[in-house]
């Protein structure tokens, strides 16, 4: 009985995820030209992971919804749709190549937080970590040079939160420390030579 009650909610809850996307369509198009703020979002979509739509809305179907890194003037909790003309991205796809490049490139490793696909998810009990590619600025084209491993709690959190340094990353930093100055300096050495390469 309890195992069904939580299958029937898991896929109900499933459902109202799907309709939540449309119906964030639905409001905006409704309000092309007005600023609207989260609370609306969040009271029409009823998930709390509405910006997630958001973020489909814009990239998957290319509205023109802007936020407060678009128009400085709009506030924090203020969404714009600026007109009901899709611009989709261009060249968002990133191909099967470029994704074994990027990966052969920077590791099976989060870019943001560090952990990797056999740590324990922190954010999704009893799932392991999973890798995605994604753009470092979101807005900047897909060559090699714009694409960054992410785990998936990064990816979806970083443009609204900062996430802490995974607890293999302080250890790491704990342990160089603990290193003789020569070693630390070969470390420092080496990173420089990846985060401000000589041209
Ligand atoms: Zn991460």
Same mark, same amino acid.
């Given at each position: ?7 029937? &909610? ?16 639905? @409001? ?7 600023? #609207? ?12 992971? @509405?910006?997630?739509?958001? /973020? +489909?809305?814009?990239? *998957?179907?290319?509205? =023109?919804?802007? %936020? ?11 969404? !714009?749709?600026?007109?009901? &003309? /899709? ?5 968002? /796809? ?5 994704? $074994?490049?990027?990966? +052969?490139?920077?590791? !099976? ?5 560090? #952990? $990797?696909? %056999?740590?324990? *998810? ?16 979101? /807005? ?8 960054? #491993? ?21 250890? #790491? ?8 100055? %020569?070693? =630390?300096?070969?470390? @420092?050495?080496?990173?420089?030579? &990846? @985060?401000?390469?000589?041209?």
């Amino acid at each position: 009985m309890i195992l069904l009650s939580s299958i029937w &909610k898991k896929s109900v809850l499933k459902r109202s995820n799907i309709g939540a996307r449309d119906k964030i369509r639905e @409001f905006l198009e409704g309000k092309v030209g007005k600023i #609207v703020t989260t609370e609306q979002i969040a009271r029409i979509a009823k998930i709390r992971d @509405f910006q997630r739509r958001i /973020r +489909e809305l814009r990239n *998957d179907e290319g509205m =023109q919804i802007l %936020s407060r890194r678009d128009r400085p003037d709009l506030k924090p909790n203020e969404y !714009l749709l600026v007109s009901l &003309k /899709r611009e989709p991205r261009l060249a968002l /796809r990133i191909d099967k190549a470029q994704r $074994t490049r990027i990966i +052969e490139r920077d590791g !099976l490793i989060c870019s943001m937080c560090g #952990v $990797t696909p %056999s740590d324990p *998810d922190p954010y999704h009990p009893g799932r392991k970590i999973t890798l995605h590619i994604d753009h470092d600025d979101r /807005r900047g084209p897909t060559i090699d040079e714009n694409l960054r #491993v992410f785990c998936r709690n990064c990816k979806e959190g970083r443009s609204n939160l900062v996430v802490p340094p995974a607890p293999n990353t302080l250890s #790491v930093i704990r342990t160089i420390r603990r290193l003789p100055r %020569s070693d =630390q300096r070969l470390i @420092f050495l080496e990173l420089k030579k &990846k @985060f401000e390469p000589t041209t």
